[in-house]
């Protein structure tokens, strides 16, 4: 096998890899939200949805949840109904009580500048680690280092939290995985066909 042909299956198994992690990342969202929003009915609490829905590319595309009955986001949330313009790691959102509701996040905490700070606020909203659902970017996925504004990568739920700062150094190797293996498949091979 030829190094260009190895970068070409390189490259198309890394589409592939983000491909199916994206969709994992659907699944996951769509079955929490729905836990969640069950949890919330039975505990007769407040969802409080953590991020817009309708943020990210893909989710644009093909929502994975809704809204629930409050969606908390720093730039809002223009589809939902009941919004509140809030900064998660900035202290108590205004308007939602400690242990008041059922919290669900979904890819929002890759991105906040002080996780602790998110952590604590998702807490006192929630009252309790069983009133958490999250969902995280696979911190394997190009996507966690790569995504624009992405800060932290790892893994995310009720009641573990292992999730490490998104460094310079890891989006130079990620970036140049992707244009080297891009570069090498795309280069001419500099055979020329004869007529």
Same mark, same amino acid.
């Given at each position: 096998?030829?190094?260009? +042909?190895?970068?070409?299956?390189?490259?198309?198994?890394?589409?592939? !890899?983000?491909?199916?992690?994206?969709?994992?990342?659907?699944? #996951?969202?769509?079955?929490?939200? /729905?836990?969640?929003?069950?949890?919330?009915? +039975?505990?007769?609490?407040?969802?409080?949805? /953590?991020?817009?829905?309708? &943020?990210?590319? #893909?989710?644009?595309?093909?929502? !994975? $949840?809704?809204?629930?009955?409050?969606?908390?986001?720093?730039?809002?949330?223009?589809?939902?109904?009941?919004?509140?313009? %809030?900064?998660? #790691?900035?202290?108590? =959102?205004?308007?939602?009580? +400690?242990?008041? &509701?059922?919290?669900?996040?979904?890819?929002?905490?890759? $991105?906040? !500048?002080? @996780?602790?700070?998110?952590?604590?606020? =998702?807490?006192? /909203?929630?009252?309790?680690?069983?009133?958490? $659902?999250?969902?995280?970017?696979?911190?394997?996925? @190009?996507? &966690?280092?790569? $995504?624009?504004?992405?800060?932290? !990568?790892?893994?995310?739920?009720?009641?573990?939290? &292992?999730?490490?700062?998104?460094?310079?150094?890891?989006?130079? =190797? %990620?970036?140049?995985?992707?244009?080297?293996?891009?570069?090498?498949?795309?280069?001419? +091979?500099?055979?020329?066909?004869?007529?």
């Amino acid at each position: 096998m030829s190094i260009q +042909s190895f970068a070409r299956w390189a490259l198309g198994s890394m589409v592939i !890899a983000e491909g199916v992690a994206a969709w994992s990342r659907f699944d #996951t969202r769509s079955r929490l939200f /729905i836990e969640a929003a069950q949890r919330a009915r +039975s505990l007769q609490r407040t969802l409080v949805v /953590i991020g817009d829905p309708d &943020a990210g590319p #893909t989710t644009r595309l093909l929502r !994975a $949840y809704d809204c629930g009955d409050v969606c908390v986001d720093a730039k809002g949330c223009p589809m939902c109904p009941v919004m509140k313009v %809030a900064d998660i #790691t900035a202290g108590p =959102i205004p308007g939602i009580s +400690s242990n008041s &509701a059922v919290v669900f996040v979904s890819c929002v905490l890759e $991105y906040v !500048a002080d @996780l602790p700070a998110a952590l604590r606020e =998702i807490l006192r /909203i929630a009252g309790d680690f069983e009133n958490i $659902y999250i969902v995280t970017v696979q911190p394997w996925t @190009l996507t &966690a280092s790569l $995504y624009p504004g992405a800060r932290w !990568a790892g893994i995310a739920d009720r009641h573990v939290v &292992a999730m490490a700062r998104v460094t310079t150094t890891h989006k130079a =190797i %990620a970036a140049g995985v992707v244009a080297g293996a891009s570069l090498l498949a795309l280069w001419p +091979s500099g055979r020329k066909e004869e007529p």
